[in-house]
């Protein structure tokens, strides 16, 4: 393979937008000039002041909104993004003992925590090769652990509430930071589903979000009430009291909610849910039939049911060198397409959140046939 990196790909061959990064995710421009029209009145605002707490009411009821909640489901927000949520869950959503499906780098996250949280029993972990997925147990648990989208290998699963449970109360909690509002799923089969602004939400980080069943909340509040320590900054019941109020319980950044507010209400007003995620549907699915088809390339799922609609991770074959391939493509304006390095393959990933234009998507490939050929 040659190793030149001074290949110009051709202006009419390139996205109009190279933005495909898996997180921080494109945002939109609309939304930034949005975002400028409104500083002075918004950004530098307290936020127990009206201006922030209508901005923060106007995304709880977005959300609820977008993945059609029951009326008796609560939004809840906090600084840190799900990183923090975890450890927040190992203080105030599992109870004693919780199992968790383990199928790459961060669905491994949160089974880490709750391994090294001392107040809790050692946590049953499920785990399955990268590019695959493994199936939950029924068990004694009290809480059950699902990723329903596996943002460094481009893995999703179905969400579904685990039968047989030994344990009548356990809830199921759901880590969808990159696939929320790109990914259909059922409430009835979930109790918690929490996940960061930064990707289908085409904000920036700083925030998790979690929509809570009332079984979810009931766990919240029987924690609080057990007298277990819990940091403040940790603590969900402080979460779940300031959220009633429309706001958070230390200053948030200001840009991510107004980003994450612009974002719902443009899916909303686009047709909710089932628009968003057929958007990133079609971008994936031409990703995914280019690399089917390609002599140098092929997805690195291999079981159809198993491959992530807002992600997409592309194996190629090992003459072309995924390393220089990315940089040339940075050199010419596309952005962050580069694998997960720690699952350390020859492979690139394409986010295909709803802000991306499935245009560009089909430019993307474009563009990187004119690489390969110039390349090879």
């Known amino acids: 393979m040659a190793t030149n990196k001074s290949i110009q790909i051709p202006d009419e061959l390139l996205p109009n937008d190279g933005r495909f990064g898996s997180g921080p995710s494109l945002v939109r421009g609309e939304a930034v000039n949005s975002l400028s029209t409104v500083s002075k009145n918004y950004l530098g605002t307290s936020h127990r002041q009206s201006a922030v707490k209508e901005m923060v009411l106007r995304l709880q009821e977005g959300i609820a909104s977008l993945f059609e909640l029951p ?24 109870r004693a003992k919780s199992q968790h499906l383990v199928f790459g780098e961060f669905s491994s996250k949160f089974s880490q925590a709750s391994m090294n949280a001392p107040h809790l029993s050692t946590p049953e972990i499920i785990s399955s090769e ?35 449970s030994s344990t009548d109360d356990a809830i199921v909690a759901v880590d969808a930071t990159s696939a929320a509002g790109g990914m259909l799923w059922d ?12 990707k289908s939400f085409a904000s920036d980080g700083g925030l998790w979000i979690a929509a809570c069943s009332p079984a979810a909340i009931d766990r919240i509040n029987e924690i609080s009430n057990s007298g277990r320590w819990v940091p403040a900054a940790l603590d969900l019941k402080i979460a779940l009291d300031n959220s009633r109020k429309n706001q958070t319980y230390n200053t948030p950044a200001l840009s991510t909610i107004f980003l994450t507010v612009h974002q719902i209400e443009w899916m909303n007003g686009q047709g909710g849910l089932k628009w968003a995620s057929s958007r990133s549907d079609e971008s994936s699915t031409h990703l995914y039939d280019w690399a089917e088809s390609h002599q140098y390339a092929k997805p690195f799922v291999n079981d159809t049911d198993l491959r ?46 709803p802000a991306i234009e499935p245009d560009d998507i089909r430019a993307l490939t474009r563009s990187i046939d004119y690489l390969l050929e110039s390349l090879l």
Request: glycine residues 10%; contains cysteine.
């Open 130 to 164: 990268y590019g695959s997925a493994p199936s939950p147990t029924p068990s004694d648990v009290d809480l059950y652990a699902l990723t329903q989208n596996e943002t460094s290998t481009g893995v999703s699963i179905p969400l579904k509430r685990p039968e047989g």
């Open 187 to 198: 409430p009835e089969e979930v109790d918690c589903y929490y996940f960061s602004p930064q």
């Open 71 to 94: 009326n008796d489901w609560e939004i809840l927000l906090g600084n840190g993004g799900a990183t923090l949520f975890w450890d927040a869950a190992t203080f105030g959503l599992i």
């Open 308 to 353: 992530s609609p807002v992600v997409v991770t592309i194996d190629l074959d090992e003459g072309v060198s995924a390393d220089t391939l990315v940089s040339i493509c940075r050199e010419n304006g596309i952005l962050d397409i580069g694998g997960y390095r720690k699952i350390g393959r020859n492979q690139i990933r394409v986010a295909t959140f």
